[in-house]
C-alpha cells in the first residue's frame, strides 16, 4: 500500500510540473532587443497571430505529413490551423508542386480577408525533413527578416513549425539561431542604408512563436542570442 500511494504521489507530482510547464495561449514576452528591433516570444499559431506579415516554415512535402503520428495533435498543430484558415489551401500549394518547399526557397501569399490574422503569408522551405539541421534555421531567419524589409513591413511574426511537421528539434537552439539569422539580415540592411543603397522601413518588432509547452524553453535560447549578438 506504501509503494502504490508514493507511486501515486510520483504521478502528482509529474503532472503538476507538467502543468506548471503549460503557458497559456495568447502569452507574450519581451525577451529583449537587439538594434533596436524587440524580440517578443508569443503563445500564438500562425493562422492568429496579428501582425503585418506572418512567416512559417514547411518541409518538402509528404503524403498527409501534417496529421501524421509524429506531428503535433490537430488541437496544436500551428500547420494544421494554417491549412483549416486557408481552407485546404496551404496543403494544395505542397501538394501540387506549386511550393516544394526546398531548403530556403519562399512563396508570397496574400490570405482572402478574415481568413487570418496577418495580412500577408510568406512560406519558406526547410528541404528534406530526414536531413535537417537546426544550423539551418539561422539561414531561414535571416531570409525571414530580408524579405520581411524588402516588403517594407515594420514587423512580423516567425513560426519555425518543426515540431508541428513531427520533427523533435531542440527548442532553444532553433530560436536562438533564428534571432542570429534576424539580426544578420537587419544589419545588412542598416550598412546598404548608411550608404545610400536602401530606403526600407525600420524593422521593430518580431513575434517569435511557440507552442505552450515550448515558450520558456525557446525564451531562454532567444534571451541567450541576444546576449550573444549584443556582444558582437
Not at 6 to 20: D, E, P, R
Not at 50 to 70: G, K, M, P, R, W
Not at 110 to 128: E, H, V
Request: aromatic fraction near 6%; proline fraction near 3%.
Amino acid at each position: 500500500m506504501r509503494k502504490f500511494m508514493l507511486s501515486f504521489a510520483a504521478v502528482l507530482l509529474s503532472l503538476t510540473l507538467t502543468a506548471q510547464n503549460i503557458t497559456p495561449v495568447g502569452t507574450s514576452k519581451n525577451w529583449g532587443s537587439v538594434d533596436g528591433i524587440s524580440m517578443i516570444g508569443l503563445v500564438q499559431g500562425p493562422s492568429s497571430a496579428d501582425t503585418q506579415l506572418q512567416v512559417a516554415c514547411v518541409f518538402e512535402y509528404t503524403q498527409n505529413d501534417i496529421h501524421s503520428a509524429q506531428a503535433l495533435p490537430a488541437n496544436l498543430n500551428g500547420l494544421v490551423h494554417l491549412d483549416d484558415a486557408l481552407k485546404g489551401e496551404f496543403t494544395k500549394i505542397r501538394q501540387s508542386g506549386q511550393f516544394k518547399g526546398h531548403s530556403l526557397e519562399t512563396i508570397l501569399i496574400t490570405p482572402l480577408a478574415g481568413s487570418m490574422s496577418a495580412k500577408k503569408l510568406l512560406l519558406i522551405g526547410l528541404g528534406d525533413r530526414n536531413n535537417f539541421s537546426p544550423e539551418l534555421m539561422t539561414s531561414v531567419g535571416e531570409v525571414a527578416a530580408r524579405e520581411a524589409m524588402r516588403l517594407n513591413v515594420t514587423n512580423f511574426a516567425f513560426a519555425s513549425d518543426l515540431k508541428d511537421a513531427g520533427i523533435d528539434s531542440p527548442t532553444a537552439l532553433i530560436a536562438g539561431n533564428v534571432v542570429k539569422g534576424i539580426v544578420l539580415a537587419n544589419r545588412s540592411e542598416t550598412y546598404l542604408k548608411e550608404h545610400q543603397l536602401s530606403h526600407t522601413k525600420k524593422l521593430k518588432k518580431v513575434y517569435l512563436l511557440a507552442g505552450p509547452s515550448f515558450f520558456e524553453v525557446a525564451g531562454g535560447g532567444i534571451q541567450a542570442a541576444i546576449a550573444e549578438v549584443n556582444r558582437k
